[in-house]
């Protein structure tokens, strides 16, 4: 699925968009969580074309993206993001958008169009 798509789909607003080509990006999976260390042990495959969806609007949550080279992030719940996080985001080359669905309704969404969870 397309970021452009997700992004459509998630009724999403671009906080940070590091790349010209990232709304052409295609991701295969999504994986959802608050825990980062849920996200470390369990994105082991693919990565790259993986979505990261999270609550959690901290620094952790971008330092588990750069770790496991996943380079967008969805924020769930209508988090704000501080300008901090940003800069980091973007000086990280992340792209980062935020939505006001739930993880449960946002999850919902995606596999609904296809996107399938992370492959255990």
């Known amino acids: 699925m397309k970021l452009k798509d997700i992004v459509s789909c998630l009724d999403a607003e671009a906080l940070v968009v ?15 969580t ?10 082991q495959d693919s990565p790259e074309d993986t979505l990261l969806i ?12 750069e770790m496991l080279d996943i ?3 969805v924020f769930v719940r209508g988090k704000k993001l501080s ?5 980091m985001g973007r ?3 992340l792209n980062l958008y935020a939505t ?8 919902g969404r995606l596999y609904a169009e296809g996107l ?5």
């Open 71 to 73: 380079d967008t992030i």
């Open 54 to 65: 999270s609550g959690l609007a901290n620094v952790q949550t971008l330092r588990t993206a």
């Open 18 to 32: 590091s790349s010209d080509g990232a709304p052409e990006k295609e991701f295969r999976f999504a994986f959802a």
């Open 91 to 93: 000086d990280s080359g």
């Open 116 to 120: 399938s969870e992370i492959d255990e």
């Open 100 to 107: 006001k669905c739930t993880m449960y309704e946002a999850c």
């Open 83 to 87: 300008d901090e996080i940003l800069e």
């Open 34 to 43: 608050d825990l980062m260390s849920d996200a470390l042990a369990m994105i």
